[in-house]
Nanobody
């Protein structure tokens, strides 16, 4: 059973920073791709940042200069560093990963339960 556990969310004032983490466990795998998605109340889920192993990061235009996405293979963890947060960036943040077995093959897609980020003005 693959499990994704997100952490690092919470309440922050506008202009503050948070670092979201997503721990992946349960199988022998490599993380082939990963990303973070935000869903505000009454809104569609939207991409914040994504990355493919060996490729470049892709960010929502409004966060390109403030957010950083990464992976820590030793800890089976992906993360998102968010600086200078704005009130409109509040919402539930979801971790997404594509896992590939060590023998290769196609990746399997997994989602976390989401973690709340609240940005006060």
């Amino acid at each position: 059973q693959v499990q994704l556990v997100e952490s690092g969310g919470g309440l922050v004032q506008a202009g503050g920073s948070l670092r979201l983490s997503c721990e992946v466990s349960g199988s022998i795998f490599t993380i082939n791709y990963w990303g973070w998605y935000r869903q505000a109340p009454g809104k569609q889920r939207e991409m914040v940042a994504v990355r493919v192993s060996g490729g470049a990061s892709n960010y929502e235009d409004s966060v390109k200069d403030r957010f950083t996405i990464g992976r820590d293979n030793d800890k089976n963890t992906v993360w998102l560093k968010m600086n200078s947060l704005k009130p409109e960036e509040r919402g539930d943040y979801y971790c997404n990963v594509g896992l590939r077995g060590v023998v290769g093959g196609t990746s399997s897609d997994y989602w976390g339960k989401g973690i709340k980020v609240t940005v006060s003005s």
